[in-house]
């Protein structure tokens, strides 16, 4: 359209389908014209249904298929789902975010969730923000992990011992607690035996098996070895179970031991050096070296008896 104005003209443009006066346009459309024949939040246009599996036993919520199904939550399935969608429809050159606000259980309707959500998206330099709702369905099952434990699988033991000595009770509650604090998402412990040397903790990968072994000589002292065992063979590649021998230190604080004809009270150990100890009779501190302490032995009558604390698990 052509404008006058004294002597000079100019041109100004027009929204086609309004016929409003604008200097911008985007299509060729005014910014309320293309905007309006927009819809961030559209469930019925959408390529896929929104579906997550959930486990009926631990209640976790995973997408995916097979055993590569990955832990997630539902409200991040449907802002992924969304992103995709918004992505496709509109050009993958847009700048999209979504946040999950609210989720609903349907009542009547165990396999379905309604999520509220708020999207924001940048499509040819407007932004738009729009809130809505999308219904999502659950698929039961029993993940994979829960059907691990279940089984009683195992893929490594962390055998927990002590040189020269029988673990206290205490140390090997300490360590059980240790190896439960250490645990990821997808690590879990199928089962614990007492033993009267120590404890057997089965573990649910190598992985998990090093890492608490790891923590475990780091907290109560002491050192772990590792050995390979092959179990079988699955898709072509050997399947190994793993034995972590984690040795605690041959003496704790507290104890009293004897060298000789004398009785001493351990104060601190220090590892592949020795112990920082006091000489019961004379109260005087001293320091035995490791090839002492090698030729030590416990003092069992200044043993306090420890009461039992840990749970036997089957």
Request: net charge positive; no cysteine; proline share 2%.
């Given at each position: 359209m052509k404008e006058s104005s004294g002597d000079k003209e100019r041109w100004s443009k027009f929204c086609p389908k309004c016929g409003k006066k604008t200097d911008e346009l985007f299509d060729s459309l005014c910014r309320a014209c293309f905007t309006k024949g927009i819809k961030l939040i559209d469930a019925e246009k959408l390529a896929i249904p929104i579906r997550v599996n959930v486990c009926e036993i631990c209640g976790g919520y995973f997408k995916g298929k097979g055993a590569g199904k990955e832990r997630t939550s539902i409200e991040e399935v449907v802002t992924d789902a969304i992103r995709k969608d918004i992505l496709e429809r509109y050009g993958h050159e847009c700048k999209v975010s979504a946040e999950g606000l609210v989720r609903n259980e349907l009542k009547g309707a165990e396999n379905r969730v309604i999520v509220s959500l708020r999207v924001k998206a940048e499509i040819k330099g407007v932004e738009i923000e729009e809130r809505g709702e999308i219904e999502?369905?659950?698929?039961?099952e029993t993940c994979e992990r829960c059907s691990r434990i279940t089984g009683g699988y195992y893929a490594g033991i962390v055998q927990i011992r002590a040189d020269d000595r029988i673990p206290a009770d205490e140390e090997l509650t300490m360590a059980e607690e240790i190896a439960y604090s250490g645990l990821g998402d997808a690590d879990f412990i199928s089962k614990e035996t007492k033993l009267k040397e120590g404890l057997d903790i089965y573990v649910s990968s190598m992985e998990c098996g090093r890492r608490v072994s790891r923590q475990?000589?780091?907290?109560?002292?002491?050192?772990?070895?590792?050995?390979?065992?092959?179990?079988?063979?699955?898709?072509?590649?050997?399947?190994?179970?793993?034995?972590?021998?984690?040795?605690?230190?041959?003496?704790?604080e507290g104890e009293k031991v004897e060298i000789g004809d004398k009785v001493f009270s351990v104060e601190k150990v220090r590892k592949e050096k020795g112990i920082e100890c006091v000489d019961v009779a004379t109260g005087e501190r001293t320091f035995l070296k490791k090839k002492e302490t090698d030729k030590a032995r416990r003092h069992f009558f200044f043993l306090e008896k420890r009461k039992p604390v840990l749970k036997e698990k089957k």
């Open positions: 999502v369905s659950l698929k039961r475990i000589v780091k907290k109560l002292g002491g050192g772990f070895s590792e050995s390979r065992k092959l179990y079988g063979r699955k898709d072509g590649r050997n399947i190994y179970r793993v034995s972590f021998s984690v040795r605690l230190p041959a003496f704790t």
